[in-house]
């Protein structure tokens, strides 16, 4: 997110990225949080934001989508952006995560996205932590039902070939959320940091686009 955000900032609106509990650092950190608190992190920084600011926007990608889904359904935004987002994991994760997280901490990434040979930071670890899924399988509950409760303009962007987090995450958010003003964008390249992939220019463009849309002839601050 941090590419895109500077994107946005470059483009005339102000930007907060808050780091959630349990990342950038270790992926025991992720084992060791609830789900609240990557709510709560984030809410301090909408707030902050909206004492700043008169108009704000929530971006969210992947979990994060999901988070500003959960903030939304209790707080007016003018806007909102889903990248990706997660509002169910697959049926066997789902499943079998709450379990084995007492046997295992963590599962290996498959496709590890390398520069140079190492880890690009950006990217996360180089695992799943389970404990920190468990606890996103228990916002993604908590969130889903909060569904109908979102009623801003909201922008769905999702790969139809993402593998990680499947295009039917966006069909079932679009269809639950309670906005009136919708839209979904489905995206060829097989990516699911689609920020970072080979759409990359389509998003920065339709993100402007609907944030542009949304503040016109509104001379007020705004951020993202």
Not at 29 to 58: G, P, S, T
Not at 184 to 210: M, N, S, W, Y
Request: a positive charge; aromatic letters at 8%.
């Amino acid at each position: 997110m941090r590419e895109l955000g500077h994107f946005v900032n470059r483009n005339g609106y102000w930007v907060s990225a808050p780091l959630l509990p349990g990342h950038g650092t270790h992926p025991d950190d992720l084992n060791r949080v609830h789900f609240q608190d990557w709510i709560d992190e984030a809410e301090k920084a909408f707030l902050a934001l909206q004492a700043q600011c008169r108009r704000v926007f929530i971006i969210g990608l992947s979990a994060g989508g999901a988070i500003a889904l959960n903030l939304l359904s209790r707080y007016p935004a003018e806007g909102c952006i889903l990248l990706s987002t997660v509002i169910r994991l697959k049926w066997y994760q789902t499943l079998l995560v709450p379990g084995v997280k007492y046997i295992l901490r963590a599962r290996p990434k498959r496709n590890r996205m390398l520069i140079h040979g190492n880890l690009n930071s950006d990217m996360g670890y180089n695992c799943y932590p389970l404990g920190g899924t468990a606890e996103l399988i228990k916002m993604l509950r908590e969130t889903r039902a909060k569904l109908p409760s979102v009623q801003c303009p909201v922008m769905i962007m999702h790969s139809s070939c993402d593998r990680q987090v499947p295009a039917w995450n966006a069909e079932i958010i679009h269809r639950e959320i309670g906005a009136a003003d919708k839209c979904t964008i489905l995206l060829d390249a097989p990516c699911h940091l689609i920020t970072r992939g080979d759409d990359k220019a389509v998003i920065q463009r339709e993100v402007i686009r609907f944030l542009d849309e949304r503040i016109k002839n509104r001379p007020d601050e705004y951020a993202a």
